[in-house]
């Protein structure tokens, strides 16, 4: 569910991201482009790991197959959005037939059957070289406009990617399929015997995990003009996604968009202010996570903050 | 190459796969945590076992023992301080903690040891029979890796410590209610799972460069090996790693070395669906 003040943030937020270009230098636009790219990869991996509740790891084997779909099809001279649709439907359709498999599997062997997929797409690209290229990755036609116009370009194309998603996700939550989806977390065999499709529903959710993120990794390839398999399918972006969304808050709506704002903020600034450090920065932040924001930044209660910083600790609220 | 040599590579690979796998089976059995700092500690024990060789001129026979004790330390002290406040969360929370925590060491150690790859060269030489030729070093490997895997088979089934570990693994309440002192349990189980590791990774040191880079393949070895063989049993890890090393070898043979790691993971996605409690592994203990 969302209310109408997280509708009003969510919309000052577009702006604001939109409005990047008019005043802040390419640094900040490229900053922008992350933000709403990896709120696209949190929003639909929502769909799966907080409103279902399966520990999905494979956000990114959709993400990279987009880009090679992408890549390929552009390559061969498909013009560039129909490239980028042509990613959607394929993902897509891979992640139903693999959900309708895979989704058999529950907790560990789910995360670990995932984690498997990315393992073997990443495989078969990097040793398929007659189509892939393999180790050497894959060169794209890159847009013939000035910097400044092609930093635009993308940044709309993956806000418009974040808001559909936005609004996918506001419908879901809504929607019958949601209550079914969070049924399922509770208790899928509880769910099962009310009559809810388990299988069909859990199809659903991995298909709309999976839609839009092969859509953002095919306009991603375009963007940055070259792929190879093992920044496509890397296993550091596989666990960032749902850290991104424990961050916000899994299974809210708005959750996913501050998780990965903050997350994408977070990593800029320890990238450029401990470079030999920055991986150890980020595993303290996910340990911070874990033991002191389980329910994400959303669950922080403001008012128990306000009150122990006046010093009324213990106050009831 | 004749089937003979394919056949003794894949049991020499496997056998090592199985010392890689077991610790962290055990952990993932008993503790319900999948372990992402596994690779980074089989890298740690082979980095330490190479620095002791490299620097002192210590054997790594002799560091080997050491090695391992130290991990056990770690692993105790992690699981203590860390991952018991979280053990009975769902499978992402905890499977995130450790990947963060894995973060944390694996930049530590790029930091200190560098991401070369490095390798104790002992030149023992070649061994042939029967057409088959074997480097001793790697001979020797096997020969280890299977000695502390049994030695660990030996330790669950006639030790208190390794009964009430097989204890708390089929009923946590029950285990409880008998005296068992479960955290203790869990953080010792987690560090025998760095032990091995530790061991492992100074097994390794002695047969193939070792790098930082290689804690994902490590992992990745680990989940086929589990999943194959089935969790949370020694002779389950043994099962697995024999299997995946048999696998790795035949299907390299026939389809490239490349695509042998992708026929790992393929046999592992069949195993998931089809018989997900692994080939020995018993139904209900997941």
Known sequence: MITRTGLILFAIWVVILATTPLHADNYIVRTAIMISMYSVLALSWNFIGGFTGYPSFATVAFFGLGAYVGAIAQRNGVPMVVAWMLATIVVGAFAAALGSILLRLKGHYFAIGSIAVVEVCRLVISSWRSVTGGGDGLNIPLLRWSPDDVAIFFLMVMLVLMIIVFALNAFVSRHRLGFGLHCIRQNEDAADMVGINTTLYKVIAFTLSALFVGTAGAAYASWVGYIDPTDSFSILMTVKVPVMVLLGGAGTVLGPVIGAASFVVLEEIFWSNFLDWNRAILGMVIVFLIFFLPGGLLRVSFRKVRDRLKGREGVAT | ?286
């Open chain 2, 1 to 286: 190459m004749d089937i003979g040599q394919i056949l003794v590579n894949g049991l020499v690979l496997g056998a090592l796969y199985a010392c890689l796998a077991v610790g962290f089976s055990l952990v993932w059995g008993v503790l319900n945590v999948i372990n992402m700092l596994h690779g980074s500690f089989i890298v740690l024990g082979g980095y330490l076992t190479f620095f002791a060789w490299h620097s002192f001129g210590i054997h790594p026979l002799v560091s080997l023992p050491f090695v391992a004790l130290l991990l056990f330390g770690i692993g105790y002290l992690v699981q203590y301080l860390f991952v018991n406040k979280v053990v009975t969360a769902p499978v992402l929370t905890t499977l995130t903690l450790t990947f963060g925590l894995d973060m944390i060491l694996y930049n530590i150690m790029t930091v200190f040891f560098s991401a070369t790859p490095r390798r104790v060269t002992l030149d023992l030489g070649t061994l042939s029979f029967f057409g088959i030729t074997m480097p001793v070093d790697r001979l020797f490997g096997m020969a280890l890796a299977l000695a502390l895997t049994g030695l660990l088979y030996y330790v669950m089934r006639k030790s208190r410590i390794g009964r009430a570990i097989v204890a708390v693994r089929m009923d946590r309440a029950a285990a409880t209610l008998m005296g068992i002192r479960v955290n203790h349990i869990y953080a010792i189980t987690f560090g025998v799972g760095a032990l091995m590791a530790g061991a492992a990774g100074a097994i390794f040191a002695m047969v193939f460069p070792i790098t930082t880079n290689l804690t994902g393949m490590y992992i990745g070895k680990a989940f086929v090996v589990c999943v194959i063989g089935g969790l949370g049993s020694v002779p389950g890890a043994l099962v697995g790693g024999l299997a995946l090393g048999l696998i790795e070898s035949i299907s390299g043979h026939f389809f490239g070395p490349q695509h042998s790691l992708t026929v790992g993971f393929l046999v592992m996605l069949f195993i998931l669906l089809v018989k997900p409690t692994g080939l020995v592994g018993k139904r209900g203990y997941e």
